[in-house]
Every structure is written in C-alpha cells, then in structure tokens.
C-alpha cells in the first residue's frame, strides 16, 4: 500500500497549526498577552487550555474538512467566552476564526459554505454579550466588515479557482476529441491505403497469371521466351509479397472491404495537372529523370501525395503551385511548393490530409517534411525509397 503524503498546502496547514497552538498554551501557562479582545485573564488554566487546542488544531485540516473545522473552532471560542473567561487572544483566537472563515468560503461545500458565514457571526455574537468593548458601535462595524470581507475574499477565490478548472476541462475535452479525430481519420486512411494495395496485389496476381500462361505456350517453342516470362513471374510475385506484407501491417486491427478499380501512378501526374488547371489552379510539374520499375505501392504512395498536396493548395491558397518529381538509383523526390499565402476563409495547410500522406510514406520507408516557406507559401517535400523493404 503507498504511504500517504500530504499535500504542500496540507503540511503549511499543520505548520500554522501548530503555530497558533504553542501561542495559545504559552499564553495560558506564562502569562503573557498579545491584546485580543475582553477583560484580563485569570484562572482555570487546564480548561483554557483544552479551549486554545480546540481552538487553533482544526486549522490542520481547514481544507480537507472546512466546516468540521469552522464547527470545532467556533464552538471552541464561544464556549471560551459565556462559560470561561471573557477574552479572546488575537493570534490564538481572532486569527483562527478568520482563517477558517475564509476556508469555509473557499473548501466548503456549495450549499453549505454560507454556514461557515453564520457560525462566525454567531461567535461575535458572544463577544458582544460578554465583551462590553466589543459593544461599540464602530467594533461592531469593524467585526462585520472584517468577518464579511474574509468570506466575500474566499468566495472570489473559490470563483476563479473554478473558472479555471472549467478551463482546463475543456482544454482536456478538446485535445481528446482532436486526438479521437485524429485517429478516426488515421483509420479511415489506414482502411483507403489497404483497398488501394488491395488493388495493387490483385492487378499483380492477375499479371502473373498472363505471364504463366505465356511461359506454359511458349516453352516447347520458344524456351527463351518462356524463361523471360518465368522472369516476369519471378520480379511481380516479389512485389506482390511486399505488397502483401505492407497490406498486413495496415490491417493489424481487421479487415478493409476490397475494390477492383484500377489504382493511379505517376503515369498519370499529366492527367492529375490538367484537372487541377480545369479547376483554376496555376500549377507547373517538371519530372526529373526516368525510372520504369517503380514498385507499383510506390508508384500509388507517390501519386497520392502529389494529389493530396494540390488538393489542399487549390483548398487552402490557390496561388501558383510547381510539382517537381525526381528519381535517382536508389529514391524517389517529390516537392510541391505553392507560392502564396493562406487565404482567409481556409487558413493554413494541414490536418488530415498530412495525416494521410505521412501514413503513406511511413509505410514505405520514407520520409516527409511539410511546412511553411520562408518567403511564403507551403511546401511538401517526401522522399521515397525504390525497392525499399517493408519497414518494421
């Protein structure tokens, strides 16, 4: 079981408990006055004593249990003052009372916080009985408005302390709902990627199939032709595995209902370009180098990425957008810079389409950097892997 410990405002509270306490009894036992209220002091020292501990211990636990305190404090003084002695130290007393009366105000619960209230008006009460001095008109003014003042204090406090927490709330409630948005939308992208690899496999197989048939017609024949088919196989059905394997990791959690339609590639950037125009969008595409043996997942990751990065230029600025597409031995570049600012009605780039591109390029190894440009304008640069293997 933990050991408990008590909270820093807790361990002040004891601290000034005790404080008060040592006061109270030293003043019972030597002798000593710090002024309070009433008469001089004489006698019963045990009982007094008994009083000055009732009277100051519950400042321990003025939070956990404000009214508990403000109960055994008040009925303490009151006790003190119509049976005891007439006198109410100051540090030992008057101090007590007001800081348990600002805790009721502060702690206690909502529909009882007003008792708190009462109960000190209650013990003034006794000290106008018993004490002539606090009869006067400008102490009594004095006690209510000091007695007032505290509780109107701890009302504001408990007020904003509330407030804040309303704040912080709703600053939780709304990162959940984003983070449950979020990954809402991850799924539903996770679930796009795999009817779109779906596709890839199934296109893939169904080449492989072709290509069998042409190595079984052609191998009495034309032995070299079929051995360039058996190649064919061979390449398509290492694709199809990593496919596969990437098809897998996608649908960790279930499956996603497949399609048959066919899947883009960067064959068809020129067709993509020309409906972004259509739509008013100046956009500029220059292809940098040729490389026939895209892996077909790569070819669709990188096609949609491409998409997605016009798409939120046409939603979000609509200003002039170059799409550059580089290969090398090893990796695929792509950036797509747009050259203006946000317009209004949009804001900025991002969100869920980020999202699915990063989704993309993660699952082939790759990486992606999006962000504002220096001299304005937003940029997506990806980088992908050719023949990269299926990340762990």
Known sequence: MPRWRPS??????????????VLGLSQVWLGWSDGGVGGAVHGHQVVRSLLAVA???????????????????????????????????????LVPLTVVTYSAAVYGPRRW?????????????????????ERIHAEMVFAAFVLLGTWAVGDVVRTQWHRAEQVADRARSLVHERDAEAAAVLAEERNRIARELHDVIAHSVSVMGVQAGAARMYFDTDPEGAREALRGIEATAR??????????AVLRNG????????QPGLGQLGALVDQLRVAGLVVALDIDGVHAQVPPGVDLAAYRVVQEA????LKHSGAPTSVRVAFDRTHLDIEVSNHGMPNRRSG????????????????YGGTIEAGPREQGGFTVHARLPLGAEVPS
């Open 55 to 93: 009277a100051t211990a519950p400042l321990a636990w003025r939070r956990r249990a404000p009214l508990p305190a403000v109960a055994v404090i008040d009925v303490a003084l009151a006790v003190q003052v119509l049976f005891v002695v007439p006198h109410v130290s100051f540090l030992a007393g």
């Open 310 to 313: 016009l798409t939120n230029a």
């Open 348 to 363: 900025s780039p991002g969100g869920h389409g980020l999202i699915g591109m990063r989704e993309r390029v993660l699952l």
């Open 255 to 262: 499956d996603a209902p497949a399609g048959l339609e066919p």
């Open 113 to 133: 916080r007003v008792a708190g209230l009462m109960a000190a008006f209650a013990v003034q009460a006794a000290f106008y009985a018993r004490i002539p001095e």
């Open 8 to 21: 820093r405002g807790q361990a002040f509270d004891a601290i000034l408990a005790a404080v008060a306490m």
């Open 239 to 248: 694709s199809s595995v990593g496919e596969l394997q990437r098809l897998l």
